[in-house]
């Protein structure tokens, strides 16, 4: 069975969601932006998303309630590149991936084995 999502229904902690069965869909960060993905759910279902530009599948996005289950995007687990940095303005322009900003911390995620050499 294919589940085709082309929107997004709300957060897993919304009280609306409650006492539902939570079935997870892995979606790596680099792939949250992605208007169209495809990947099975945690229970074997076969997830086809096609979403709207500006569309972003954060952890815990519902993509579907049939009333006792939802579906939920999960981030698996990842490594990550962290540097504690004083002026992260000397970083502008000179960036190769996407980073997180933290309060003087950036967070370098990539999904590469050469970077951990």
Same mark, same amino acid.
């Given at each position: 069975m294919?589940?085709?999502?082309? +929107?997004?229904?709300?957060?897993? %902690?919304?009280? !609306?969601?409650? +006492? !539902? &069965?939570v079935?997870?869909?892995?979606?790596?960060?680099?792939?949250?932006?992605?208007?169209?993905?495809? #990947? *099975?759910?945690?229970?074997?279902?076969?997830?086809?998303?096609?979403?709207? $530009?500006?569309?972003? @599948?954060? %952890? +815990?996005?519902?993509? *579907?309630?049939? +009333?006792? #289950?939802?579906?939920?995007?999960?981030? $698996? $687990?990842? &490594?990550?590149?962290?540097? #504690?940095?004083? *002026?992260?303005?000397?970083?502008?322009?000179?960036?190769?991936? $996407?980073?997180?900003? @933290?309060g003087?911390?950036?967070?370098? @995620?990539?999904?590469?084995?050469?970077?951990?050499?």
């Amino acid at each position: 069975m294919t589940l085709y999502v082309t +929107g997004l229904l709300g957060r897993v %902690d919304e009280s !609306r969601f409650a +006492g !539902r &069965r939570v079935v997870p869909v892995l979606v790596a960060w680099d792939e949250a932006s992605r208007r169209r993905l495809r #990947r *099975d759910a945690s229970d074997g279902t076969d997830v086809a998303i096609d979403l709207e $530009p500006g569309g972003y @599948l954060a %952890d +815990g996005t519902v993509l *579907d309630d049939d +009333g006792e #289950r939802v579906v939920v995007v999960q981030r $698996p $687990p990842e &490594r990550a590149l962290v540097i #504690r940095l004083d *002026d992260l303005d000397a970083l502008s322009g000179h960036l190769q991936r $996407p980073i997180l900003g @933290l309060g003087g911390w950036v967070i370098f @995620l990539k999904r590469c084995k050469a970077m951990l050499r």
